[in-house]
């Protein structure tokens, strides 16, 4: 499939503004809109891309993710870093395949940890975009858990991984997924391991993070000029 308009959204300060300086290249303009802090716009070939800095947690996400839906995207793409779980490292980068909200709970009222009633509460990337993935060298892998909470406990990465076999852990991309999958349009994130999810995450992610901004920028800039270039 060749895509005419990408979406992107792009939770925190250190994930946007790499984007917004590497892409100064591709002519990236100015995008106001009223459900993020800030957004640009930019060609790769003939394919649009519109990006938003969106803010932390699954609201933000989802808001960023729906608006972008709204103006006609056919894609739509996350990237972050994430704390690992369980058959990742750190410093890997992942597309996951599966996401769940882990902090959805209705379990006291006999439903399953992150069940919601009548509808579908397990989001799947799309199988083309993940193809792509693998074709420019990614690992593709796992299910990301997401919740408005930054895991750094034990405890709560021995439970996501026993209960939802998790990989991984983040603020927003079961949010993102669960948007594009009600709206039919296709949905991958690239995710960079930063922690844990231990006690040392919060200091983990940070060196992480000020260090490898970048980085992930350029990989994840290789991916999206893989998707726009495509035949």
């Known amino acids: 499939m060749k895509f005419k308009k990408i979406g992107i959204v792009v939770a925190d300060s250190?994930?946007?503004?790499?984007l917004k300086s590497a892409t100064e290249k591709y002519g990236a303009k100015e995008y106001k809109n009223f459900l993020s802090r800030e957004g640009i716009t930019f060609k790769?070939?003939?394919?649009?891309?519109?990006?938003?800095?969106c803010g932390v947690g699954k609201v933000n996400a989802a808001a960023g993710a729906m608006h972008l839906v709204d103006i006609g995207c056919d894609?739509?793409?996350?990237?972050?870093l994430s704390g690992g779980i369980s058959g990742v490292k750190r410093e890997e980068i992942i597309f996951p395949q599966t996401f769940v909200e882990h902090d959805f709970d209705m379990t006291v009222i006999g439903y399953k940890p992150c069940e919601k009633p009548m509808q579908k509460y397990?989001?799947?990337?799309?199988?083309?975009?993940?193809?792509?993935?693998k074709q420019?060298?990614?690992?593709?892998?796992?299910?990301?858990?997401?919740?408005?909470?930054?895991?750094?406990?034990?405890a709560d990465r021995e439970f996501f991984e026993k209960t939802f076999c998790a990989s991984s852990c983040d603020m927003e991309t079961a949010a993102i997924a669960y948007v594009c999958d009600?709206?039919?349009v296709p949905f991958a994130c690239l995710r960079k391991i930063s922690d844990d999810a231990g006690e040392d995450a919060g200091t983990d992610y940070r060196e992480i993070n000020n260090f490898f901004g970048d980085q992930l920028i350029?990989?994840?800039?290789?991916?999206?000029?893989?998707?726009?270039?495509?035949?």
Request: hydrophobic share 40%; proline share 1%.
């Open 14 to 18: 250190e994930e946007y503004y790499p």
């Open 44 to 53: 790769i070939g003939t394919c649009e891309i519109v990006a938003l800095y």
């Open 75 to 80: 894609a739509i793409l996350n990237y972050g």
């Open 122 to 133: 397990i989001y799947d990337a799309d199988t083309e975009l993940l193809n792509k993935a």
């Open 136 to 154: 420019v060298g990614f690992a593709v892998k796992g299910t990301a858990v997401s919740g408005d909470k930054f895991i750094s406990c034990e």
């Open 182 to 184: 009600f709206a039919g």
């Open 218 to 231: 350029d990989v994840f800039l290789r991916y999206l000029t893989y998707l726009c270039e495509d035949k």
